[in-house]
């Protein structure tokens, strides 16, 4: 292990790479990244050099040193690439931290999960700046990312709460709340990221409460002892 690391703070990288890179570098089996982890740091390192709208499949595959088919077999294109990321680091930690907490406090705990889901796309604060300012009014990928996955999560958070909704209302309640979220998020990331995360996720918990109280006085929860 040390040995490794050594070689990964030589001279050749001018400086030591940061820990994030170390992860990327270190990841999958052993000490060989996996396709995926080269697919994405090639992603991110030519995204900061030109726009996402400039990014193509086979520049990723030239990056990263694969052949276009191989980076098929893992995605359909640069969106699903981008869908990936955004699911794996914004919206998993919010199913991480819904396992850690009792359903009874559904509502309650729905500051806390808005909160949370700013504060990862905050921890990615550059990636998310790069790729989402450039697009806002020009480019819908990240809208449609950010939408389509908070979408599917709202639909598994309406089931979780057993209540009956006409399949329609269940439709278009998660793509409502989906779309909004996706929004707010284009529109802050765009803006800098200056409003602190805490204060965007209490102003969108405000705004979105209101429904989520009603669906609540509605619901039959089970006990969680």
């Given at each position: 292990?040390?040995?490794?690391?050594?070689?990964?703070?030589?001279?050749?990288?001018?400086?030591?790479?940061?820990?994030?890179?170390?992860?990327?570098?270190?990841?999958?089996?052993?000490?060989?990244?996996?396709?995926?982890?080269?697919?994405?740091?090639?992603?991110?390192?030519?995204?900061?050099?030109?726009?996402?709208?400039?990014?193509?499949?086979?520049?990723?595959?030239?990056?990263?040193?694969?052949?276009r088919?191989?980076?098929?077999?893992?995605?359909?294109?640069?969106e699903?690439?981008?869908?990936?990321?955004?699911?794996?680091?914004?919206?998993?930690?919010?199913s991480?931290?819904?396992?850690?907490?009792?359903?009874?406090?559904?509502?309650?705990?729905?500051v806390?999960?808005?909160?949370?889901?700013?504060?990862?796309?905050?921890?990615?604060?550059?990636?998310?700046?790069?790729?989402?300012?450039?697009?806002?009014?020009?480019?819908?990928?990240?809208?449609?990312?950010?939408?389509?996955?908070?979408?599917?999560?709202?639909?598994?958070?309406?089931?979780?709460?057993?209540?009956?909704?006409?399949?329609?209302?269940?439709?278009?309640?998660?793509?409502?709340?989906?779309?909004?979220?996706?929004?707010?998020?284009?529109?802050?990331?765009?803006d800098?990221?200056?409003?602190?995360?805490?204060?965007?996720?209490?102003?969108?918990?405000?705004?979105?409460?209101?429904?989520?109280?009603?669906?609540?006085?509605?619901?039959?929860?089970?006990?969680?002892?």
């Amino acid at each position: 292990m040390d040995e490794h690391m050594a070689q990964l703070e030589s001279s050749a990288f001018g400086e030591p790479p940061s820990p994030i890179m170390i992860r990327i570098m270190l990841g999958g089996w052993g000490f060989a990244m996996n396709v995926e982890e080269r697919i994405e740091k090639s992603f991110r390192s030519l995204l900061t050099r030109m726009s996402y709208q400039k990014i193509t499949v086979s520049a990723i595959c030239e990056d990263a040193g694969i052949a276009r088919k191989t980076f098929y077999v893992h995605f359909t294109d640069k969106e699903a690439l981008v869908a990936h990321i955004f699911k794996r680091d914004v919206v998993m930690t919010q199913s991480q931290l819904r396992e850690l907490l009792p359903r009874d406090y559904a509502v309650e705990n729905a500051v806390m999960f808005n909160v949370k889901l700013y504060q990862s796309v905050l921890a990615e604060k550059d990636f998310y700046i790069r790729l989402v300012g450039p697009m806002r009014g020009v480019d819908d990928t990240f809208l449609r990312v950010a939408t389509n996955i908070i979408y599917e999560y709202n639909l598994m958070i309406l089931d979780e709460r057993g209540t009956e909704l006409p399949a329609w209302e269940r439709d278009y309640t998660a793509y409502f709340f989906g779309s909004s979220q996706a929004m707010l998020m284009q529109k802050w990331i765009s803006d800098g990221m200056e409003i602190p995360p805490e204060k965007l996720g209490e102003l969108y918990s405000r705004l979105a409460l209101g429904y989520w109280r009603d669906r609540n006085d509605q619901a039959q929860f089970p006990s969680y002892k």
